[in-house]
């Protein structure tokens, strides 16, 4: 595997789990198969860190019958977005943080570039790293301080109801998303809205949404501007984190989820205000 090869050129030794190369129609193998793949390397007290493979969909299905007590007691990255959202949110109801950031066959098999993967290392092995990062649109001004919080927004909505839904309260809070026509990116940020749940943000941060489309000269961007034109909280748009479509160099920025940040949107930053590594 391209990604793999990669992760071995930066002096890592990579365990393979049983079920990667697996199929069962849309998953990558049965659920058992791969909730054991991912509680073996939780437990393992020699892997160090959790790259996930790629997103799709099935890491809500395996929630249930995971046991994260091995993370709370001895704390270990895990890395991934998109459908790994799920995990990565179930992960911080137990107060353990996870990273937002590359996936080895969904980006680092293309190539990331230079300025991720240098973030993504610091991210990793830096105690005194605090990281900033550019989101260059101003959508509603303002600078909030919270927990970073978020990932995909259609997994995000998905989890409502459920007992992994996210405790939004206070939280600075990111979404981004891929393939998502401008309704229908309304209809699930209307749905974030009208729920209550965006009433105790501090702020919200999006993604670029650059591999989402557009219809009729309407962007995602326009989306966003509409649906937050009244909120009290700042909200930024355009950060390099998640789904990016280019074919390499790829631009997907770590985010440690859990850590306290500030937005300022006049500045167009988002920054750490504490190191990731535990």
């Known amino acids: 595997m391209a990604g793999a090869r990669v992760l071995e050129g930066w002096g890592l030794r990579v365990v393979m789990g049983d079920a990667v190369l697996a199929r069962q ?10 909730r054991g793949d991912l509680q073996r390397m939780i437990d393992d007290p ?36 998109s459908d790994i959202t799920a995990l990565l949110t179930a992960m911080l109801g137990t107060g353990v943080s996870g990273i937002h950031g590359p996936m080895v066959a969904a980006d680092l098999s293309r190539g990331i570039t230079d300025h991720s993967r240098d973030h993504l290392l610091r991210v990793l092995t830096d105690p005194d790293y605090l990281w900033e990062v550019d989101v260059p649109v101003e959508v509603r001004p303002g600078r909030a301080t919270g927990r970073l919080v978020g990932g995909c927004l259609s997994v995000l909505v998905s989890l409502a109801g459920t ?12 979404l981004e998303d891929t393939h998502e026509w401008p309704y229908r990116l309304d209809r699930l940020l209307t749905q974030l ?7 105790g943000v501090a702020g919200v941060v999006f993604g670029t949404m650059a ?9 995602s961007l326009d989306v966003v501007r509409e649906r937050f034109a009244d909120v009290a909280y700042p909200v930024a748009f355009g950060l390099a984190s998640g789904h990016d479509p280019a074919e390499h160099d790829v631009e997907n920025l770590a985010l440690p989820l859990g850590t306290r940040v500030v937005l300022d949107t006049a500045r167009g930053r988002l920054t750490a205000l504490e190191p990731a590594v535990v």
Do not use: H, M, N
């Open 25 to 34: 129609a849309y998953l990558a193998g049965p659920d058992d198969a791969r």
């Open 46 to 81: 020699g892997i160090d860190a959790i790259f996930c493979a790629r997103g799709g969909y099935g890491s809500q299905r395996i929630i249930p019958s995971l046991d994260l007590t091995g993370l709370v007691q001895r704390p270990k990255p895990v890395i991934g977005y």
């Open 163 to 174: 007992p992994w839904a996210p405790d939004l309260d206070g939280t600075i809070l990111f």
């Open 193 to 199: 809205l009208q729920s209550g749940r965006l009433e």
């Open 211 to 219: 591999s989402c489309r557009s219809l009729d000269g309407v962007e």
